[in-house]
C-alpha cells in the first residue's frame, strides 16, 4: 500500500510541478511553452505550411491555430498562400520578431539555469533518463487500461 502511496505523491508532485513551471515560464518570457515551441520552430525555418508545423510541434491542431491567429495579430508572423497551391497555407515570421525571439534565448536559457540550479550533471542525467521513462509509460497508457486495473 505505501509504494501505491509514493507513485501517487509521485504523479501529484509531477502535476503540481508542470502547472507552476508553465506559470513560472510563462510571466518570465511573456508567452507559454506551446508558444515558445512554435516560435523555435519558425525561426529554424524560413517558412512552413502551417500542415507541416501543426505536425512538427507537441500541440493538438487546434491549439496551433489559434496561436497562430494571435501571433498573426500581433504582427508577429504572417500566413499566406503561394499562387502555385492555393491548399496549403505558409507561415513565416516577420523580421522584428525573429530578433526579439533571438534576445529571449537568452531569458530561457537564464529561466532554465535557475530552474536547475544546485543538481550535479550527474543528477541531471539521471533525471533526464527518469522523465524519459515516465514520458513512455504516459505514451504506453490507454483509455482501456484505465477503465478498471491500472497498470
Known amino acids: 500500500m505505501a509504494n501505491c502511496s509514493v507513485r501517487l505523491q509521485i504523479f501529484l508532485e509531477l502535476q503540481a510541478v508542470n502547472k507552476e513551471l508553465c506559470s513560472k515560464f510563462e510571466s518570465c518570457l511573456g508567452a507559454s511553452p506551446s508558444r515558445v515551441e512554435i516560435l523555435h520552430y519558425l525561426l529554424q525555418h524560413e517558412e512552413v505550411t502551417q500542415s507541416a508545423l501543426q505536425g512538427e510541434v507537441n500541440i493538438d491542431a ?25 491548399r496549403a497555407t505558409w507561415v513565416k515570421l ?12 537568452q531569458e530561457k536559457s537564464q529561466f532554465v539555469n535557475e530552474t536547475l540550479a ?34
Open 94 to 105: 516577420e523580421e522584428e520578431a525573429k530578433r526579439h525571439i533571438e534576445q529571449s534565448y
Open 62 to 86: 487546434a491549439a496551433v491555430t489559434r496561436h497562430l491567429k494571435q501571433l498573426e495579430a500581433a504582427g508577429t508572423i504572417v500566413r499566406y498562400k503561394k499562387s502555385d497551391d492555393q
Open 118 to 151: 544546485d543538481f550535479s550533471e550527474a543528477e541531471l542525467e539521471q533525471f533526464l533518463k527518469m522523465l524519459n521513462k515516465v514520458r513512455v509509460n504516459v505514451s504506453s497508457v490507454t483509455k482501456n487500461q484505465l477503465g478498471g486495473e491500472t497498470k
